[in-house]
């Protein structure tokens, strides 16, 4: 079975700039979340997807981030414009519907998106 | 890849040794919590969880302590290998909070030969 993806690996922009992260999670996981890690600190919760639905978007930082999940398939997180302060790893995880077979709470990583802010 | 924790307590233990790594948690309310290891270069992986009615679970090589007493939670690595440096997470969710973790800072743990 796949794992959760993210695409790209790493993103270096200047200030200012646009970027699109992307995400597809493990296939059938109705539940998808947005992490990020800003360098040395914890990782922090951004939002939450149930299908195409936000359950919870109380860590998104401000206006500039915009999350997407048309379909309930795979979710995009567009910064835009970028700011120095939001360089770090970005993750997604994704989770299958509660009731469904294993650890109902357990969130599934995926390898993270590198953005770098110039 | 990321370079995951410039900044972290770290553990150094040698091969053989049993590692335990610590973790207070924030919420008296939190009914889950999760340990996860994060290796450079890769996102946090799954290795135990508990449940706030549980106060220890064992896995293999792994036993997970939970004293809600103290909102204390440790991760015991039994014969740690080289293969077990890494980052480690622990993360709890909130009773009814939609599942979202809320992740503790981290520590590094160094196996040497």
């Known amino acids: 079975e796949a794992g959760v993806t993210q695409f790209p690996s790493h993103s270096v922009i200047e200030k200012g700039q646009t970027v699109t992260l992307r995400c597809d999670p493990i296939?059938?996981?109705?539940?998808l979340y947005w992490y990020r890690r800003v360098m040395g600190k914890e990782i922090k919760f951004l939002l939450h997807f149930v299908k195409e639905s936000k359950q919870d978007e109380s860590g998104m930082p401000n206006n500039r981030f915009l999350a997407e999940r048309t379909g309930g398939t795979y979710s995009t997180l567009k910064v835009q414009p970028a700011e120095l302060e939001d360089s770090g790893v970005y993750f997604c995880?994704?989770?299958?519907?509660?009731?469904?077979?294993?650890?109902?709470?357990?969130?599934?990583f995926g390898p993270g998106t590198r953005l770098t802010v110039l | 890849g990321e370079s995951v924790g410039l900044h972290l307590p770290t553990l150094s233990v040698q091969e053989g040794d049993n590692s335990i790594i610590n973790c207070a948690y924030s919420n008296s309310a939190s009914d889950y919590f999760i340990w996860y290891k994060q290796e450079s270069g890769k996102g946090p992986q799954f290795i135990i969880d508990?449940?706030?009615?549980?106060d220890k679970r064992q896995g293999q090589r792994v036993t997970v302590l939970l004293n809600k007493t103290v909102k204390h939670l440790s991760l015991q690595i039994a014969a740690t290998q080289p293969g077990d440096s890494a980052v480690y997470f622990c993360a709890e969710k909130f009773s009814g909070g939609y599942n979202k973790l809320i992740f503790g800072a981290g520590t590094r743990l160094a196996v040497h030969p």
């Open positions: 296939s059938g996981h109705d539940n």
């Open positions: 508990i449940r706030s009615n549980m």
């Open positions: 995880a994704s989770r299958p519907r509660t009731g469904t077979s294993g650890s109902i709470d357990e969130q599934f």
